[in-house]
């Protein structure tokens, strides 16, 4: 079964640090990936996304992500983190042959202290 | 350009109940995905409606239901309310071809007691 799962359930970092959060997926053949993020009493919003050509993807907000074919996995990463990236990140993977349904990871409470 | 929008934005209901969640897509999308959060969860899949069928369903049983109407809304209906039905319940929209990025609303939160 096709399944996406995220190392940490919980970072803690202080301003500044640099950020990278895991993400692996099982799935075969090809994918389409995805970073959504989630702040405090806001629906989700797309980070950044994975459909083909440079695995190094750039999103919203200084976000950044590498699609490492042979590893199954989309990493995310930032290399300064702000408070206000306080929030809940997560990784999904849809593909057609499931009719782009997207399957999650069970997403990492990421908080920032100023 | 209109958002993603669900009502109600938060429902309490009792076991054994009927709820029905309803949503509105982004203008110019005909595809709409329904998902539930769970607490401390990532979303579920459930199903997916293009042109008014179920082209897609996660593993959840036929007590959760759905419509798609010819403006591409979309209803979600859950029967015999349990307990673990208690979630946030996403909609999602998107075109059916391109980039296959989904749009999120921001959730009806489903208190089951």
């Known amino acids: 079964a096709q399944s996406v799962s995220q190392h940490n359930h919980h970072v803690i970092l202080s301003e500044a640090a640099s950020l990278e959060l895991g993400c692996n997926y099982s799935?075969?053949?090809?994918?389409?990936l995805f970073w959504y993020v989630q702040y405090p009493g806001q629906h989700l919003q797309l980070l950044l996304k994975?459909?083909?050509?440079d695995p190094l993807v750039k999103g919203i907000k200084g976000f950044e992500a590498e699609f490492i074919k042979s590893k199954f996995s989309f990493n995310l990463r930032k290399p300064s983190v702000q408070w206000s990236d306080t929030a809940e990140y997560f990784c999904a993977v849809n593909a057609q042959r499931n009719n782009y349904q997207l399957i999650w990871g069970a997403g990492t409470k990421l908080i920032i202290k100023p | 350009e209109t958002g993603v929008t669900q009502s109600p934005t938060h429902l309490i209901k009792t076991r054994g109940q009927q709820v029905t969640l309803r949503c509105s897509s982004q203008s110019g999308h005909n595809t709409v995905s329904w998902y539930q959060q769970a607490l401390g969860q990532g979303p579920q899949f459930i199903f997916q409606y293009y042109r008014e069928e179920e082209n897609g369903r996660g593993n959840f049983p036929p007590r959760f239901s759905g419509l798609q109407f010819p403006n591409y809304s979309s209803e979600l209906n859950v029967n015999a309310l349990e307990l673990d039905d208690s979630a946030l319940y996403l909609c999602?929209?998107?075109?059916?071809?391109?980039?296959?990025?989904?749009?999120f609303g921001p959730g009806t939160r489903l208190t089951v007691t």
């Open positions: 799935y075969g053949g090809t994918v389409n």
């Open positions: 994975y459909f083909s050509g």
């Open positions: 999602a929209s998107r075109t059916a071809g391109g980039s296959y990025e989904q749009y």
